[in-house]
């Protein structure tokens, strides 16, 4: 089954739709990886904050690999730099951590999760005594320099950014020996990021869509917020079906979408949905 990619300023073909494990209870997260590359999905974007590498890895470790379906190189790996390992020294021995736990020998793609470092420590989020995170002086760009020498060191093929507004992309790039090749934000009806999409897309960085439907299952949702599949807008809008848009006329490019979902009926369908829509149509904002 063919996977419809965009290729990033390194060369990389990355697909355009793919599988995320945010949210994915301890004991499902295999069994939804195994289902996604089964249905045809060839990217498994991962976090070591999410705390299921591991199992991730499980799932890859039967699939993929000599004598298995499919190849390394088949399967687009992505994960990400958490917030409390963005001093330098940390950010090489999480990378080699993540790669241990998913059983492979280099990320297609290692994002910085957040601009923002909090304290150092095994603590996910450190908090004062009053809640609040405890937050470091370790500015990103300090944290991208460490993360260039994991592309120097063959531990990542591409590096990119998360959750970074328009002026820290350009600080980055300032500063940059590798280029970021992607920058992963929210991006739905209800979040369109049309002024980022352009920003990103002018200066060659592929922009991926997480939470395409909204997330209704977020922990800080309310009562009475609308729900993006039982709208019209989630029909219309092209943040709606992951084709975000592939070159709208401001020149912003978002393309690529991460799905989540435990049940392969629901990834069978996501991914022929997908694959109609990047076959057939050519949306604009």
Excluded at 47 to 62: D, K
Aim: glycine share 8%; aromatic share 8%.
């Amino acid at each position: 089954m063919s996977c419809p990619c965009v290729t990033l300023s390194t060369g990389q073909k990355m697909p355009l739709v793919g599988l995320g494990t945010w949210k994915s209870a301890p004991g499902q997260v295999m069994q939804a990886v195994l289902s996604a590359l089964d249905c045809g999905y060839r990217h498994i974007d991962c976090a070591a904050a999410y705390g299921n590498e591991q199992e991730v890895g499980e799932a890859l470790r039967e699939r993929v690999g000599l004598g298995k379906a499919l190849q390394r190189e088949d399967v687009f790996v992505t994960s990400k730099l958490w917030n409390t390992q963005h001093h330098p020294d940390d950010v090489e021995p999480a990378c080699r951590k993540s790669l241990a736990d998913l059983g492979l020998d280099y990320l297609d793609l290692y994002l910085m999760h957040w601009p923002m470092a909090f304290q150092r420590g095994a603590e996910v989020m450190p908090r004062n005594a009053d809640g609040s995170i405890r937050y470091a002086d370790t500015h990103y760009r300090d944290t991208w320099k460490a993360m260039e020498a994991l592309v120097d060191l063959g531990l990542a093929r591409a590096i990119g950014l998360s959750n970074f507004n328009a002026r820290q992309v350009d600080d980055v790039l300032s500063i940059a020996e590798h280029k970021p090749a992607v920058n992963q934000v929210e991006c739905h009806p209800y979040l369109i990021q049309a002024r980022l999409l352009a920003h990103c897309g002018d200066r060659g960085v592929v922009v991926t869509a997480y939470s395409p439907l909204g997330s209704p299952d977020r922990p800080w949702a309310t009562p009475g917020e609308p729900r993006c599949w039982t709208t019209r807008a989630c029909w219309t809008s092209p943040a709606a079906t992951g084709r975000l848009p592939p070159r709208s006329s401001s020149g912003g490019r978002c393309k690529e979408e991460l799905s989540a979902s435990l049940k392969a009926s629901l990834l069978l369908e996501s991914s022929r949905t997908f694959r109609y829509l990047t076959s057939s149509c050519q949306m604009k904002i």
